[in-house]
């Protein structure tokens, strides 16, 4: 069979390079993250990350996260605090991010952060986006690489379905460990989770020592998970269901969850995390399969479970 993929690039030192000198040029490309994959570019560069504007066709008022290397190049454009210190030391580099007041001096482009006074910052975990960080000079702006409102993809292949040729290279780094995009949690006043993840609440809290929001439905959208249809698979999503209907798929999880052609299981072993990493896989694969629509089961409300419903809740425009 003929390969098509033939932007998709393994992750060694001699590609890596060459990612180098494309991201330098102002051109932007695909990155494995643990989260999800990226479409990432120059944080500085007003026209890398145009670019990433428009191949996602996300709507300007949207900013992006801004990935870095560690904590002394965050120093460069953020202002920690203490509630970030001990949120930093806990969990980074990892998947977390952090909203934080914008230095004055930052570089970083003025249209990543969508003009505000505030930056979302993360240090990711996964090998091949920290090499990269490794050898280049300046933070990288890497929303999920997807057209916007759609799924996030967790491999290279779904980086490829969603642009096809139109980036030059993606750099493969396998399915990502954790396959939900990074808890947001804004700190510039006081804490508040604006999009939960693998990074609980009750972890959040156990650290900082004290009760936390999730905001919920904040007047003004503080991040675009936040608005209604986002994580779409491009078909209808009906939640907490028993049974399919016709031409539905039904995603469930669990030993006792039914065998069958239009049964798919997030985890026969019935682990909230493993199910979490099979969520936008599975989905993708049931669009493929020319379902017409998607039912899933109740997803328990704990732990992970809580990021996975707040996906499923988005996808089905609730
Ligand atoms: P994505 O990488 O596509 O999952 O989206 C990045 C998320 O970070 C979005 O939900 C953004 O709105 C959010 N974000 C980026 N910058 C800020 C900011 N300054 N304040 C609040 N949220 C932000
Ligand atoms: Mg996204």
Known sequence: MKNIYLNIYRPNYINLKKVKKCIENNNVIGLPTETVYGLAGNAYSDKSVKKIFNLK?????NPL???????????????????????????????ITFVLKKKKKSRISIIA????????VRVPKHRVARNLLDILKF????????????????????????????IKFILDGGQCKIGLESTIVDLTGKPSILRPGSVTL?????????????????????????????????????LNRKNAKKNQALIGFGKKFKVGKNYFNLSK?????????????????VKKKKFKSIAVIKIPNKGI??????????????
Not at 67 to 94: E, M, Q, S, W
């Open 57 to 61: 066709r996300r709507p300007l008022f």
């Open 269 to 285: 072993k019935g682990n909230l995390k493993e199910a979490a990493n099979n969520l936008y896989k599975t989905m993708r694969e």
């Open 202 to 238: 009750k972890k959040i809290q156990k650290v900082l020592k004290k009760k936390i929001k999730i905001k919920k439905n904040p007047k003004k959208i503080k991040a675009p998970g936040q608005s209604k249809l986002h994580y779409s698979p491009g078909i209808p999503v009906k």
């Open 305 to 318: 479970g809580y990021a996975i419903n707040d996906r499923l809740k988005k996808a089905s425009n609730k």
């Open 65 to 95: 996260i801004i990935h870095f290397k560690n904590l002394n190049d965050l120093k460069n454009d953020v202002i920690l605090n203490t509630n970030f210190r001990k949120l930093y030391d806990a969990f980074c580099p990892g998947p």
């Open 139 to 166: 933070p990288l702006a890497a929303p999920s690489a997807n057209i916007s409102s759609k799924l996030s993809p967790t491999s290279a292949k779904d980086v490829f379905e969603e642009f096809g040729n139109k």
């Open 113 to 120: 952060t969508a003009g505000k006074k505030t930056v979302a």
